[in-house]
């Protein structure tokens, strides 16, 4: 059986090999190809949901009319994901039809063939091609569960984009490798501060790249939200507000409102944890907000939980239990067991502070 | 008659040598202690505590009071202790510049360190090496019998000043050393810090958790008294802010300023009135004792809100020549000072403040529709904004909204 969105890839991977590098919107084209692929992981991860969905719906949109206003065709239409020939007045025209997709069920058979197709473009010293190949297999290695392979792949498409002075390659693979020291750290608790040190050397490199080249603002502004992240695992808070705080505005600048309600997330928890309290209560607020008029399911139920813990916490047990509810129902809605057992001992407490609250006659 | 001329003559009409109301209190101890009035339970409290050399807390809305309270408290500090003939070195730091606790540090040497200069070498040393920095201060040395109290407040930088060779090391250990020689020569040492609220919350937090070895290290002969908003209208976050407070346990009194009944705003009226008047009254003239109850209410009993506006009141009384501020001339006095004070207010803010009293008052539960006015996605991007508005009092909190000033006029005579 064929992963359902391994066409997506196929189709962000065919639009950025059409583009050229220096083309006006090929940064646009890679903010969505980012945000796409992070869905994607996410839904492998964890499972599709209807949030993800609808999330994968307004990215693929976006690609479909990217493609379209640049190509005049839609990303829908099958010819599209072949190989291509573009003449001397830039008009394409398609030599293969749709080539085969190899999914997920199937991954193992995809890394041998990107891995065949990786020894070609050796032999014909084809550098380029080498390192685009090396992050694709990377990407195939991490969706196989096999971190430390894609590592290694990463840096080797980083240090062949380097040699070539490919700048805007190089800090993509930067973050590619970055997010996965970062999905390291979260596995492998032991040498958490190791890989997420690692983490925040790729990806602070990678800002360093992006600032140099002024690619677009968003792009810049998740690859700080990405360090920002990183900075609050590592326990470096003034530092990750920082770099939240910047994607943040960029976020909502650009009315990118997932990305926006992620970083309000990220930031309010890190308020809470530096206790301003009142700055991690709007921040938390305007989170909710913003992943209700998404309809996501899982930042609903995240910040509900944080809100939640913060009520119980300041001893206002019946405002708690209004919000752990409804995390607890988004949990079970994403069968996500290990947060439902967390926010059910959060109910427990909170129940027993509200009866210690009316046996006192305090109405908190 | 010129327009001075007339606004003298009402003044002397009225037995008034100016208009006496002030925003901000007095900073001279006796000026003070002339308009203040109230706080009894307060001071009852703070005054032992810090007598005995510990850590008080005063804390409270914007312009309730704290800079007043805590200057009116250093003074009766100064003056009881004095009468018992005892030694003791009271700091007050109005503001400094900086929002670290080494910017802390350094506004705490800065006038130890001159207190100290004449006879302490080392205090001499880090004096010249502080006076290299660009910052600029201002110093106010109020002796009674062996109590010194310095007021001082700190402007600028703690930038380096183009003079090479300036350096200092280790300045809490500096610190530690200069604090433990004032103890030794005056026995008792009490540091006030005012006006925390206009730092970062986050930067106090911060300051007050790396300070938390300084301000525990007093052992009965050094004190601190600091003062900040650490509350907040969201009765969660400022329930939060006390369980953080009491975990940190620096302080064995905190204490929490409420608004003042109208009963002592009119209490401070007649002690501000007084203070221009030739022979003392117990009246509030030229204000009817009515009018002064309803300026109370339109400035949600805060002080500094009721002084602002009973000034702005009496210049446009004295200006338009009136006998009385009384029920037939105070409308037309008020639609003026909230005329100006709209005008004063740029575009973008007088649309903000008109959307929050529209919406009831804006709250961490705005709505979308609310937020699409206000042209932003979220309410935390006008965060920075209302802080701001909330430290000039153009906003007020009161049951977790954000509501604008009794100031601001009706919308419909604004429209335009």
């Given at each position: 059986m064929d992963d359902p969105w391994s066409k997506y890839e196929s189709g962000q991977h065919w639009l950025l090999a059409w583009l050229d590098r220096d083309h006006p919107r090929y940064t646009e084209a890679l903010v969505l190809r980012q945000r796409l692929l992070e869905n994607l992981a996410r839904a492998r991860a964890y499972g599709d949901t209807e949030t993800s969905r609808v999330e994968r719906v307004e990215i693929t949109g976006a690609l479909d009319r990217l493609a379209l206003e640049i190509t005049g065709e839609s990303l829908s239409a099958s010819p599209l994901f072949g190989p291509f020939i573009r003449d001397a007045q830039g008009k394409i025209t398609f030599v293969k039809p749709k080539p085969i997709v190899i999914g997920v069920s199937d991954n193992t058979g995809r890394i041998e063939y990107l891995q065949q197709k990786l020894q070609t473009v050796r032999n014909a010293g084809d550098l380029t091609a080498e390192s685009a190949l090396l992050d694709d297999l990377g990407s195939a290695c991490e969706l196989q569960g096999d971190l430390q392979r894609a590592v290694e792949h990463y840096k080797l498409a980083v240090d062949i984009a380097h040699k070539l002075g490919d700048r805007q390659s190089e800090a993509i693979h930067l973050q590619s490798l970055g997010l996965t020291f970062m999905r390291l750290a979260e596995l492998k608790s032991g040498q958490q501060q190791s890989y997420l040190s690692q983490a925040a050397d790729a990806l602070r490199q990678a800002i360093e790249i992006f600032d140099v080249l002024g690619v677009a603002p968003l792009l810049r502004a998740r690859t700080r939200y990405h360090l920002g992240r990183c900075y609050h695992q590592s326990g470096r808070w003034p530092e990750a507000i920082a770099l939240l705080e910047q994607?943040?505005?960029?976020?909502?600048?650009?009315?990118?409102?997932?990305?926006?309600?992620?970083?309000?997330?990220?930031?309010?928890?890190?308020?809470?944890?530096?206790?301003?309290?009142?700055?991690?209560?709007?921040?938390?607020?305007?989170?909710?907000?913003?992943?209700?008029?998404?309809?996501?399911?899982?930042?609903?139920?995240?910040?509900?939980?944080?809100?939640?813990?913060?009520?119980?916490?300041?001893?206002?047990?019946?405002?708690?239990?209004?919000?752990?509810?409804?995390?607890?129902?988004?949990y079970v809605a994403l069968r996500r067991d290990e947060r439902i057992r967390a926010v059910d001992d959060l109910l427990r407490m909170a129940d027993r502070a509200r009866q210690v609250a009316e046996r006192m006659g305090v109405t908190p | 008659m010129s327009s001075i001329a007339r606004y003298r003559e009402t003044l002397r009409r009225w037995g008034l040598t100016d208009v006496p109301f002030r925003a901000t209190p007095p900073e001279d101890p006796a000026e003070l202690s002339r308009v203040f009035y109230g706080r009894q339970r307060e001071l009852e409290l703070a005054l032992p505590a810090l007598?005995?050399?510990?850590?008080?807390?005063?804390?409270?809305?914007?312009?309730?009071?704290?800079?007043?309270?805590?200057?009116?408290?250093?003074?009766?500090?100064?003056?009881?202790?004095?009468?018992?003939?005892?030694?003791?070195?009271?700091?007050?730091?109005?503001?400094?510049?900086?929002?670290?606790?080494?910017?802390?540090?350094?506004?705490?040497?800065?006038?130890?360190?001159?207190?100290?200069?004449?006879?302490?070498?080392?205090?001499?040393?880090?004096?010249?090496?502080?006076?290299?920095?660009?910052?600029?201060?201002?110093?106010?040395?109020?002796?009674?019998?062996?109590?010194?109290?310095?007021?001082?407040?700190?402007?600028?930088?703690?930038?380096?000043?183009?003079?090479?060779?300036?350096?200092?090391?280790?300045?809490?250990?500096?610190?530690?050393?200069?604090?433990?020689?004032?103890?030794?020569?005056?026995?008792?040492?009490?540091?006030?810090?005012?006006?925390?609220?206009?730092?970062?919350?986050?930067?106090?937090?911060?300051?007050?958790?790396d300070a938390t070895d300084l301000l525990r290290r007093g052992q009965g002969k050094r004190g601190f008294l600091l003062t900040g908003r650490f509350t907040s209208a969201w009765q969660i976050a400022s329930a939060l802010q006390d369980?953080?407070?009491?975990?940190?346990?620096?302080?064995?009194?905190?204490?929490?300023?409420?608004?003042?009944?109208?009963?002592?705003?009119?209490?401070?009226?007649?002690?501000?009135?007084?203070?221009?008047?030739?022979?003392?009254?117990?009246?509030v003239t030229p204000f009817k004792p009515e009018i002064v109850s309803q300026i109370a209410e339109h400035a949600d009993r805060i002080p500094r809100q009721f002084n602002l506006i009973c000034e702005k009141i009496m210049r446009q009384?004295?200006?338009?020549?009136?006998?009385?501020?009384?029920?037939?001339?105070?409308?037309?006095?008020?639609?003026?000072?909230?005329?100006?004070?709209?005008?004063?207010?740029?575009?973008?803010?007088?649309?903000?403040?008109?959307?929050?009293?529209r919406s009831g008052g804006l709250s961490a539960d705005v709505d979308d529709a609310t937020l699409e006015q206000l042209g932003v996605e979220t309410l935390v991007e006008l965060l920075p904004m209302l802080r701001s508005l909330e430290g000039d009092w153009l906003i007020r909190q009161e049951d977790g909204r954000l509501l604008p000033s009794a100031l601001l006029p009706d919308e419909e005579e604004h429209s335009g």
């Open positions: 994607a943040r505005e960029v976020f909502a600048r650009h009315k990118a409102r997932p990305e926006l309600a992620h970083a309000l997330l990220e930031l309010g928890q890190l308020y809470y944890q530096t206790e301003d309290f009142e700055s991690a209560y709007f921040y938390l607020k305007d989170a909710l907000r913003l992943f209700r008029r998404l309809g996501d399911t899982d930042g609903i139920a995240v910040t509900q939980e944080a809100l939640g813990s913060m009520e119980l916490q300041a001893a206002h047990p019946s405002e708690a239990i209004v919000s752990l509810q409804e995390a607890r129902q988004g | 007598y005995e050399g510990r850590n008080v807390l005063v804390r409270g809305l914007w312009g309730v009071g704290k800079t007043a309270f805590i200057l009116y408290l250093l003074h009766r500090l100064q003056q009881e202790t004095a009468a018992l003939g005892e030694q003791m070195l009271i700091l007050y730091v109005g503001r400094f510049p900086g929002d670290s606790s080494e910017a802390l540090y350094r506004a705490l040497l800065l006038p130890l360190s001159e207190t100290l200069a004449d006879a302490e070498p080392e205090a001499r040393r880090v004096y010249d090496v502080l006076s290299g920095f660009q910052v600029t201060h201002s110093r106010q040395l109020q002796a009674e019998g062996k109590v010194d109290l310095q007021l001082v407040s700190i402007g600028g930088s703690w930038e380096q000043g183009k003079e090479e060779g300036w350096q200092l090391q280790n300045v809490y250990t500096v610190l530690l050393r200069l604090l433990d020689l004032a103890q030794e020569r005056y026995g008792k040492v009490i540091v006030a810090v005012d006006d925390l609220d206009k730092k970062v919350p986050r930067a106090v937090h911060d300051t007050l958790d369980i953080s407070e009491q975990m940190l346990g620096l302080f064995s009194e905190k204490i929490t300023l409420p608004r003042m009944s109208t009963d002592e705003l009119h209490h401070i009226a007649v002690n501000y009135l007084n203070t221009a008047r030739e022979r003392p009254s117990g009246e009384g004295a200006m338009n020549g009136v006998e009385q501020i009384d029920e037939r001339t105070f409308p037309a006095l008020w639609r003026k000072v909230q005329n100006e004070f709209v005008l004063e207010l740029t575009p973008a803010i007088r649309r903000l403040l008109y959307i929050a009293r």
